[in-house]
Each structure stands twice: as C-alpha cells, then as structure tokens.
C-alpha cells in the first residue's frame, strides 16, 4: 500500500491549569489542551525538489521556498531515523547556526519584497532544522508543500508555538516516512514517556527539538500538552499525564494586557516559599479531585474552590491585574469562577464553565468582556493532542477556505 | 503618706496586625494596642461596706449595688495576696458558680424594674470575682464604687473585654493595696513575663482571670495588649513583646458587617497548612522589618507589602468579605493599603496612613466610609498600656463627662 500523498495534521494549544509561577521555583503545574484552539497543517508531497512553507497566519502573503539541494545535511552527524531510544536528543547548534543564510534564502524568489520578520524567520528555522534532521535520503520521493492555519492567538502563553513544533514534526516524520498514520480514532490515551517506540513520544522528542530552535530552554511541558492532550502534570522537567482527567468547558478570556510579573520572592523567601507549596497542594488536590469519583457536580464545586484558592494565592505573590480583577468581577456576577493562566505575557484568564450555566448567560457574559476589549473562546479543556488524517480526498482549496477546521475522521496515536 | 482615695485608670484595646486565624491553628499572630481606643474606669473609696457599680455605656442606667458582707469568701480556700510566684493562677469555677445569684442581688435596689442582660451580668461577675479574691481584710476602708467610660467598640474584636478586665484587676489592686501608683510616666517599657514581682505581670494574670470569668478559654493575647501595650507577638501560649515597635498610624474601619469564618482547613490540608505557614511568615517579616533600621518610608512600604500578603492570603482561606473588599477599594484610590484584622465578628479594617497621607485625603477617605454606613477611628497602633492616676483632685462629674478622657499626669508600671 503507498503511502498517503496528502497528510492533514491537527495540535492543540495549551492552558496552565493550576500552578503557574510555582512551576518556575520547582512546584509541580497541571497544563490542560485546549481542544479548540489549535493550528492545522496540511502536508503535499512534490516531485521538484522543493520545500514551501505558507504562513499567511503570521501575516506572510507569499510561500517561503528553498530547494533540498541546499540543506546544510553535512552538518547532521549521523542521519538519525529518530527511533533514537535515548530519552533526549543532543541540540544540533551547529546545524541552526548553518541554517541562519539558508532560511533568507527561502524569502529571495517572492516577487513583493516583503522582508520576512524575526518570528517568520523562526518558523521557517523550525521547518527546515527538522527536514535537515528526519530527511534519511531512503524515500523516493523529493520535495513538500506545508500550508499552516491556526485559531490558536500567538504570544498569549496558550502554547502556540509547541502547536507549530508538534504539527510540524509529526508532518514531516509521516512524509518522510518514519511513521505511518495510526488505526486508533477515538479514545484519548495515557502516555508513558519513557516507551522508546511509542510514535507519540517520537513526535513529542523531535517537537522539544523545535521549541529549542524558539525558545532557547523550553520547560517540555507545552509540547508534551500538544502531543498528548488531556492533562499533564510537571515539575522540575519530569511530566506524566493527569490520570482520570477527561474535559472540563472553560471560558477562556485573553485580557491582551501584559501582565504584571514583578513577584515578592526576593524580599519575603519566609512568606513566598510556603506560599509556593501551597500552589503545588493545589496540583496535587486537583488530581485526587480528578479521580475520588464524586459527582461531576461536587467535582465542579471543587475545582471552583481550587481556582479560587490559586486566584487569590498567585494575587499574594504580587503577579494580579486590574484586568483579570475585571473578568473575575463579571463572570461573578453569573457565580462563575474565574483565574488568570499562563506565567506572563498573555494575560489569559480562564472561567469554568459549569452545565448548569445557560447559553443565554455565556452569551452575556462573552457580550460584556468583549465590549471592553477582551477577546472570549469558549473552549474545552482536555481531549486529543496530535490528530492525523489521510488527506489525499482533501483539496488544498478546501483546507485553506475552511477557518475553523471541521474535518473528520481524525487518527490518534497511541 | 495615707494612699489616694480615688484613682483613674485606662486600658487600651487591641487590634491584630498579623496572623489572625493562623493563630488558632498555633502559628504566630502579631497584635498591637489601640492608642486612642479605651477603657477608663474611676475607683473610688467609700465608707459604708458598699460595692457599687456604674456601666452606662452597657446600656445600664443605674448602678448595681452590693454589701461587702454578702461576697462568698469562703469559696476562696486562701486569700491571695496576689503575689504568687506561680505563673497561672487556678481558676475559682466554684465561687464564680456562687456568685451567680449574687450578681442578681445587685439589681435588686433600681426602682425601675430594669433587668440585667447577660453582658451586664458578665460585667458584674467579673467585678465582683476579682474583688472577692483581692479583698484580704487588712485594709481600712470598706467600699469602693467603679464608674466605666469607653470610647471602644463592644463585640467587634477591638478586644473591649481585656481592657474591661485589665482596668478592674489595675483598680482593685490599687485601692485594695496590693500596688501602688508607679513613677515612671513616658517611656513604653519591654516587658519580662516571667518577672514574678513586675506589678504588670501581677496586673496581667488577674485580668486573664478576669477573662476567664468572660471567655471560658481566652487566648491570653487580649489582655496582655492591654495591660503591656505596644506590640505582643503570639503563638500557642507564648507571647513576647515586639521589641523595637514604636507606633503605627492607622484608619481603624468597623464594617459591622459579621464576618464569613467559614474556611476551607477542612478540605485541602496539603494547601491550607502552607498558607497558614506564610501568615506565619508574615509576622516574622514584620518583626524582622521592625528592627531592620530602614527608613521611614522603607518601612511603611514593607508594610503595605505585608498588609497586602496578609489580606490576599486570608483571602484564600476563603473568610473574605465584601464590606472588606469595599474598604480596600476606597482606600486604594488614595493608594493606602487595607487588610481585615480580627479573626472574626467585628468585621473591622486596619488602613495603614503613611506619613505622607494628607488630612484632607483622610477625611474624604472618612467620608466615603461612613457615608456607606462603616464607622472610622484615626487611631495609633502601639503605645502606653494601663495607665494610672492619682484621681483625688479629678471630680466624679468630669469624670463622666469626658467623652474622650483627656487627663494628664498618665502613670505606667515598670
């Protein structure tokens, strides 16, 4: 049977649930997917010799190409097949630093003269550090197309950047044919990181790999969340998935307001390190909540006190904003709960949304923080990470044309 | 030199600045006394075997009266002379369970058929259990009359109950010989619990019966505020003076509105118990800053620091309230900083007012206070305890007709 020609590829964003800040001194967090927000790839095999990279998401109206022929291929020791069974691959600085030129070069045939800006620069680095990495020079075939979109906002710490990285590293490990699509559809499974032949921890490898060439040290933990999905809970670099968890609907609020991130740490270690362990209990009570089989009633009732306890303990630090104040302030007036997400930056607020809450009453409440500038997804939490489709029935008209990606069909690795 | 025939006495009320809350739970509270809030009784001698008590301001509008001959002394096994070296006295339960239909008695004489209700019982109680215990019938005279004047608010944990207790313990042991007037006048002096012949301590230990005979199983903070002044640092039994605090100056706002203790101790130990670590740490920062030697400014900063810590923090014991949040949000548009203080009940605000804090800026903030129905006291933390004074040239009328007792002359123990 030959391969696909056409791959669709789907990766959630990411929410911190519990423990942002705590997360940064060693305490463990819980990050949840977003299971609506999330950036789609659509990958086309070519016979040219051509890699295209569309980013028209990030605000670049031409495809970015370069030929293979140009990859700096000597500067990867050993073509990996990435079944690598050790747990983490070595950075290859030196292939990054080779590619710096070669990524300009991919901007020199667009006939608008737009310059490509710092950000587009580093996704077109991301593309071509994993094509240089997974091409083994075995398949027959030569050259892709990848078109990307994404509903996932860029730079609120909702992890869109771990989205690109894990789409574009299963993308390319099913093109290049390391991996193949997988049987499973519905059911969201438990991960075990340490398994070397799993496909899902190859593609959560080669995606940290990517997050290096943007972030520099990333935590892990926003790649794990695209890949995995459900929840994950982290401290100090070790992950594993939040057992029991299924979804949970939030209303997910982006303030665009920086947020404050001036904490207390240095001058009270005495108050701020038990105040620390307190925000790693609430993690750790979240995941007894999760699995003590209460009422999804009582189950909602909990994780309302569990966001207020964390509201009101990340607040103590120093690290609130008027504007989070505000959409706690509206959302109680429907006895909704409400706490900000995410370490700085975003200023991201999540609200759970319980099912007794009317839609008559979320539209209200999505009405009045519009109307002062937000900017609401209603969202769940938890569900699939890395979704895969045979695309070849797929027209790229139709993935282009379609804004919120309603296709079906989709695979999940196990 | 024969001893006065009438002496005045004052005791100040307190407020807790740190820790409330935390300190049931065996961590370590910080409470300061209330300058400008007191207690003032005036013990007169008198020559007809008359024990005579006058409490307006609990709503008792003639005085309770009672022959020396029908105290119940043979409840106490030995009369103390108040000297022993012991360090907690042993409770009387049975002369205070024979003092019960006593207490009626003294009600007995009013022509209006006015009945005692339970504060006015508690009240005499008090009176009638300390004299019962400090008469040692060596002394010359028989009778004395007690007149009560407060400008503290009753039952809203300003601690009116101490200053009551401390001021009868002062006076009786004044007027029954056990003390005499001292003559240091100005200085705030550290004290030294375990100082058996300290006039304080002995003041201190008779109140905290006194307390006893009002609360059942006081904490011991109350009256040791009362009777040392300044600053007393608090936990599981054991308190210290704050050495080094000076005054405070405050906005003291009762709410009146009753305060939610509901907390969530119950349900989330792994969270609570380190929450409850950092208040600790809050009172420790403060004693820490006290002593520090920064700059006036400095140190109000750290204070408003702490007073933010400590209110978020209380915050996420769930035991907030609105009337609370309504405060700091008045108070905030002046940048002053405002924490609940008081473990509960009273419902009262401490607004910390820097140096910088312009009279105009105060009185609007007083406006918007009470217009919404809270009451207001500019008022110092820390300073003089129980203060005494040689009452004889101070006439009984100007005596109750001071509002805010405004005499000169203040007398403290060593």
Known sequence: MSSPSRYLVSAPGKVILFGEHAVVYGKTAIAGSL??????????????????????????QHPLLWPISALPYSKVASVS???????????????LEALRPIVLEGNAGNKNNQEINELQQVAASVFLYLYTNLEDKQTSWCGTTVHVTSNLPVGAGLGSSAAYSVCLATGLLLVLGHIAIPDYDEKVREFNISDSSSPTNLINRWAFQAEKVIHGTPSGIDNAVATYGGAVSFAKGVMENVIGFQTLRF???????????????????HIVEPILEAIEGISASFKEIINSGVSQ???????????????????????????????????AQYSLHSKLTGAGGGGCVLTLLRDDVTNDDIM????????????????????????????SAISKQEFLSSENIQFSGWKHFN
């Open 81 to 95: 097949n990435g079944n690598d069974s050790s747990q983490g691959f070595s950075f290859n600085e030196e292939l």
């Open 364 to 391: 209200r409440i999505k009405l009045a923080l519009t109307s002062i500038g937000f900017e609401c997804f209603e969202t769940k939490i938890g569900g699939h990470g890395i979704s895969v489709l045979d695309a």
């Open 35 to 60: 299971d609506g927000l999330r950036t789609c790839m659509l990958f086309e095999k070519r016979d040219d010799g051509f890699l295209e990279l569309n980013l028209p998401k990030l605000g670049l």
């Open 297 to 331: 009633k009582e189950l909602n009732q909990r994780i309302e006190e569990l966001i207020d306890l964390n509201h009101n303990l990340v607040n103590s630090l120093g690290v609130g904003h008027p504007s989070i104040d505000k959409v706690r302030e509206i959302t």
């Open 251 to 269: 209303l997910l609020t982006n303030t665009k307001t920086p947020r404050n991130t001036r904490t207390l740490v240095a001058n009270y270690p």
